[in-house]
């Protein structure tokens, strides 16, 4: 069943005993809390494991000018980024390879002085129908634990929703982890 991002924010609101919405882009209060924090809960999620669902592989443009010390070239990170997994000098991901994180440009960026460099990482993964299963209900959990003040007015229910939602959140993180194993490199 096609779940999408409207779907999960009712499923955090019944756990709130909030009224559904029709769109995160509703007017009414419970649209615009639930757009207010659905990203920033979703990209809290995703760099809190290496998903196998959100993972890329991307090879890094070079930017220029190249930077002012320490090492010989800076690269552009992807728009999607979200958190490193693996850098590498090769395409086959094989060594490791030092680099650094910097903002550079008003852009994510790494630096090195490898010639080439080649990134494994998290991203913002939008589409909700490439989310495990586990993850979408660790994700309305950690929404509804969220929403739980603004919606219903509950510190109460927002300590058990912590609660709940670290539980939800580890069993996610298991049951990614039971898929094909990472290549080891």
Do not use: C
Not at 7 to 25: C, E, K, P
Not at 164 to 180: E, H, I, V
């Amino acid at each position: 069943m096609a779940v999408d991002e409207t779907d999960i924010a009712n499923a955090a609101l019944r756990m709130v005993a909030g009224d559904a919405i029709t769109s995160l882009a509703g007017a009414d209060k419970n649209a615009i809390i639930a757009n207010d924090l659905y990203s920033i809960v979703r990209d809290e999620l995703l760099r809190s494991h290496t998903w196998r669902f959100a993972t890329k592989l991307a090879k890094l443009a070079r930017l220029d000018p190249a930077p002012v010390f320490g090492h010989d070239y800076a690269y552009a990170l992807p728009s999607d980024w979200l958190r490193t997994i693996r850098v590498s000098d090769n395409d086959a991901g094989v060594g490791a390879t030092h680099y650094q994180e910097a903002e550079i440009a008003g852009g994510g960026a790494l630096m090195s002085s490898a010639e080439a460099l080649y990134l494994e990482y998290v991203y913002t993964l939008a589409d909700t129908n490439r989310m495990s299963a586990g993850f979408v209900k660790a994700l309305s959990t950690a929404l509804a634990r969220d929403m739980a003040v603004g919606v219903a007015n509950s510190n109460t229910l927002y300590e058990n929703l912590s609660v709940q939602a670290a539980t939800d959140l580890r069993r996610a993180k298991s049951t990614d982890s039971l898929g094909s194993p990472l290549q080891q490199r």
